[in-house]
């Protein structure tokens, strides 16, 4: 079964440079979802997207900003890069029937893209 | 959004049941039961959801206290591939997963 595909699997920047994570859901989800996850932490919500509109937005810093497009993937763009943005960035993705989040729907994740920031 | 507690750690032997409990003591009537887990330098992964019910699928199995204040996660064989950091995440209508610590699970060969 297809599962979330994220690009680049890893990707290595200098300070205050930009990356741009991709992330591609299952097919015929609609929501999309990304989480940052450093060194010994749990994965921490930073934003969600659902038909290509904002859904929720958690713990993301101003210096990145997300989309989702018409074919439904994501990208998550970081600009200013610091040295706290190394993490591992996870991309995951639901459907949910009538954009109702009903608490049941079941969240599939990507493989993650490294990001390291020197 | 409603909060779990876990253990930090437990340790099982390869082929025994792992329990794994999880207490929530705030939850709401809407809030679904998630359990999810992550294997090294993976992203997680779904294991099992309930409510109300018991539930069972070809990973585990969920138990749901009656007040639903607690649940466990069973696992009826553990394998070493199944040494992960295991989540419960409670998920009302509207709300996004928000992980906490989770328990860190090993499996002795």
């Known amino acids: 079964a297809a599962g979330v595909i994220q690009s680049p699997r890893h990707l290595i920047k200098e300070k205050r440079e930009t990356a741009t994570l991709k992330c591609y859901p299952i097919p015929r989800h609609d929501t999309v979802y990304w989480y940052q996850q450093g060194p010994g932490q749990d994965p921490q919500f930073l934003i969600s997207?659902?038909?290509?509109?904002?859904?929720d937005k958690g713990s993301i810093p101003d210096r990145f900003s997300a989309q989702q497009f018409s074919d439904y993937h994501s990208e998550l763009n970081m600009s200013s890069l610091e040295l706290g943005d190394s993490a591992l960035y996870f991309c995951a993705s639901s459907y949910n029937p009538g954009g109702v989040n009903s608490g049941a729907n079941v969240l599939t994740f990507g493989a993650g893209s490294r990001l390291t920031v020197l | 959004d409603a909060k779990t507690t876990q253990p930090n750690s437990m340790e099982s032997n390869e082929e025994e049941p792992v329990h794994l409990p999880c207490n929530h003591s705030?939850?709401?009537?809407?809030?679904?039961i998630h359990w999810y887990r992550q294997l090294p330098s993976q992203g997680p992964e779904y294991v099992i959801h309930g409510l109300t019910s018991n539930v069972n699928n070809r990973m585990a199995s969920l138990a749901i206290a009656e007040d639903r204040k607690s649940s466990t996660l069973i696992l009826h064989r553990a394998t070493l591939r199944d040494a992960a950091v295991y989540y419960c995440?409670?998920?009302?209508?509207?709300?996004?997963?928000?992980f906490g610590p989770g328990t860190r699970l090993s499996v002795l060969p």
């Open positions: 705030t939850i709401s009537g809407t809030d679904y």
């Open positions: 997207f659902y038909e290509k509109m904002q859904s």
């Open positions: 995440i409670l998920r009302g209508y509207g709300q996004n997963f928000v």
